[in-house]
């Protein structure tokens, strides 16, 4: 009776340490996989910040490019002023200007504004047809100013019967100047026909 009851007691015990094992062991196994799966969320959640930051960066990268594109576009219309130096433009003009006549006047202006930085790919021989030539580099027809001339300003008179090449000339914030230094604007005397230019 007491041999049975220590066999049963030792078998009993034997099922229960066998329980515990197998429990200890269910954990073994199961363990690894839940750290594998944490391990993979935090890969994951990995890729996804990095994902995010590289959105951020790209959008970042366009709003600049953007600023940029526009800055450069409203710096546009001022090209022609900043490409033409005026008081280069005059310095070269009196400087060329001799005390007489020529009758070399659109020679001396091209020379002047070439010199000032403008860039006159074609131009006409005559003076009275400078106009276009002037509007190409940056010059705007305006109202006649001869009150109150600015440097860099210029003026055309058309043909007329005895000059058929017409004049053209430059103010030096001065005096007017061809390729002589006038005494007035007046050339032709009071009958002439003028078209009056300044750099916008």
């Not at 953007?66 to 546009?76: D, G, L």
């Not at 003076?127 to 210029?154: H, N, V």
Request: glycine share 4%.
């Amino acid at each position: 009776m007491i041999e049975h009851s220590h066999h049963h007691v030792e078998h009993h015990v034997n099922v229960h340490t066998h329980t515990i094992a197998h429990k200890k062991q269910t954990v073994k196994s199961v363990s690894p996989h839940k750290k594998q799966s944490k391990t993979q969320e935090k890969i994951i959640t990995k890729k996804k910040t990095e994902s995010q930051k590289n959105k951020h960066l790209v959008a970042q990268k366009k709003n600049a490019h953007t600023k940029h594109t526009y800055h450069v576009t409203a710096q546009t219309p001022q090209k022609h002023k900043k490409a033409i130096n005026v008081t280069k433009f005059a310095h070269t003009l009196a400087h060329n200007a001799y005390s007489r006549s020529t009758e070399k006047c659109a020679k001396h202006v091209r020379i002047a504004l070439e010199s000032a930085g403008a860039r006159v790919q074609s131009h006409p021989v005559a003076a009275a047809d400078w106009g276009q030539t002037l509007e190409k580099i940056g010059y705007k027809r305006i109202s006649p100013a001869f009150d109150k001339p600015q440097e860099g300003d210029i003026y055309i008179i058309s043909r007329t019967r005895n000059h058929n090449y017409g004049h053209i000339a430059g103010y030096t914030g001065k005096s007017w100047v061809s390729d002589f230094r006038q005494n007035s604007y007046a050339v032709y005397g009071s009958n002439a026909s003028y078209k009056y230019y300044r750099l916008i």
